[in-house]
């Protein structure tokens, strides 16, 4: 062993000789080429700098097929799917409903429903685009009670605004925290946070009830108020801002990745240059200046929204409406029919609750509900009023998500397909303005020099 390390040592200067030796034939060779022209060097980084910008131009390009585009519309959907996800879901027992049972013990299971009716088809699924950098989210557990309304100056228009009472929790609130774990995390990708439950417990037929008390008209029966409807659609339009600054920080991620990629394949001969490293802070600085402005326009959307109820979207809104009333009214019997087979289980208790239940579901009528428990028409005003905030909610979240994406997609795209035109060539000071071609500058000299050393320590490596 001892003399099998003494050859090895009486070898390393032998080979640190070679080595040496054959790095001088390397250099001799290379000292014998001739200097790259000066204007065909130039050439070289101008050839690239339009591959670049083509690059960007053709991931923005709507017609292109764009790897970009494909990503950035599953985003849209998942926006989309999570506004839908926090619509305002309404709690449709009532404390009176126990008036009819006579034993404390009941097991009023179906008193409390969360309710959610409608369904989008599901998008091609993608993973989270990169560790979210945004706000931490506000999870949002409550049931309002609106209050009374005050009226501001809108930082934006400079006209009033209404101001939407703060959430207050009622004392029928039964909140149960993370409630979104329990759904699907790829269909939501980035949007898979806590602020999908803001619309638990947003209201029930309890604190409606309260509100048309409150705000009824004096001297008119059986009128109350139009701003009971306004205050709870407006407070659930609030959660909106957490997903849209989440889509606006992951379009913009979107946008970077792609970008810094299409650089990193138009200058790959010059990764070891200032010519790349330089052009990176300056295509971030670019992104980021954009950014600040598309989280600005994004949120005069979101103020619009917030501010009033307003839509000419008639057609629609029927629609949203009549469907949530239908459900409503369906949840609505389902507490009925589970308090009179709680009722009914008294007096035949031959199997458990649960089983019971499962199997005399579906033949209790109507009739049967109405003779037991009376007919259900006292809250037929709470439950249209209910099927009014939700029929709006998803007016307006429609409008809301189709805005925001359209003006991205036309106004934000284009400026940034538009701006890269030149950046790099400005952003590094190579734009020879009045010849309209690379300029000769001592920085692109110092670049080609770095270039041509780094190539020859390329081929010694080889």
Same mark, same amino acid.
């Given at each position: ?59 923005l390009d709507g017609g292109a097929a764009s790897s970009f585009y494909s990503e ?153 108020? @139009? ?22 920080? @992951? ?63 008639? @057609? ?40 019971f239940k499962m199997e005399q579901r579906d033949k209790v009528t109507d009739e ?7 007919p259900d028409s006292t809250f037929d005003t709470e439950l249209e009023v209910a ?6 909610? @998803? ?68």
């Amino acid at each position: 062993m001892k003399s099998a390390c003494l050859l090895i040592c009486d070898s390393l200067p032998d080979l640190e000789r070679k080595i040496q030796g054959h790095a001088r034939s390397v250099d001799e060779q290379l000292s014998r080429l001739p200097e790259i022209p000066q204007n065909r060097a130039a050439g070289f980084v101008k050839d690239g700098l339009k591959e670049f910008e083509f690059g960007v131009r053709q991931i923005l390009d709507g017609g292109a097929a764009s790897s970009f585009y494909s990503e950035w519309n599953r985003l849209c959907y998942q926006f989309q799917k999570a506004t839908e996800q926090m619509v305002p879901r309404c709690k449709v027992g009532h404390p009176s409903d126990q008036t009819h049972m006579n034993d404390d013990n009941s097991d009023d299971e179906g008193s409390v429903i969360l309710v959610s009716h409608r369904t989008t088809k599901r998008p091609l699924q993608q993973p989270d685009i990169r560790p979210d950098g945004g706000k931490k989210p506000r999870h949002n557990k409550r049931t309002p009670s609106p209050g009374p309304v005050k009226w501001e100056t809108n930082a934006y228009a400079g006209t009033p605004a209404r101001e939407v009472p703060k959430a207050v929790k009622g004392k029928n609130a039964h909140t149960k925290p993370g409630l979104y774990r329990k759904l699907d995390s790829e269909e939501f990708g980035p949007f898979y946070k806590e602020y999908l439950d803001s619309g638990c417990n947003a209201m029930s037929i309890e604190d409606i009830q309260s509100s048309i008390k409150d705000n009824g008209c004096h001297g008119k029966p059986g009128t109350f108020n @139009h701003n009971v409807k306004v205050d709870f659609a407006l407070l659930s339009i609030i959660p909106w801002n957490e997903p849209l600054d989440d889509f606006v920080l @992951h379009t913009f991620s979107l946008l970077s990745k792609h970008i810094h990629a299409i650089l990193s394949k138009s200058l790959v001969n010059f990764k070891d240059t200032p010519l790349y490293r330089n052009s990176k802070p300056i295509i971030d600085e670019f992104l980021a200046t954009h950014e600040t402005k598309q989280a600005k326009k994004s949120t005069e959307f979101y103020n619009m929204e917030k501010s009033t109820l307003f839509t000419i979207n008639d @057609h629609a809104f029927n629609i949203n409406k009549a469907e949530a009333l239908a459900h409503l009214r369906a949840q609505r019997r389902k507490v009925r029919v589970d308090l009179y087979l709680t009722k009914m289980y008294r007096v035949n208790a031959k199997q458990s609750l649960k089983e019971f239940k499962m199997e005399q579901r579906d033949k209790v009528t109507d009739e049967k509900l109405d003779q037991k428990l009376g007919p259900d028409s006292t809250f037929d005003t709470e439950l249209e009023v209910a099927a009014y905030i939700r029929g709006y909610y @998803h007016t307006a979240r429609l409008r809301f998500i189709d805005s925001v994406c359209a003006e991205m997609n036309f106004k934000l795209f284009h400026e940034i397909r538009k701006g890269a035109g030149k950046l790099l060539r400005k952003g590094l000071g190579l734009e020879d303005e009045r010849a309209g071609k690379i300029a000769p500058t001592p920085w692109l000299t110092r670049t080609l020099r770095i270039f041509r050393t780094c190539s020859r320590s390329r081929m010694k490596r080889n």
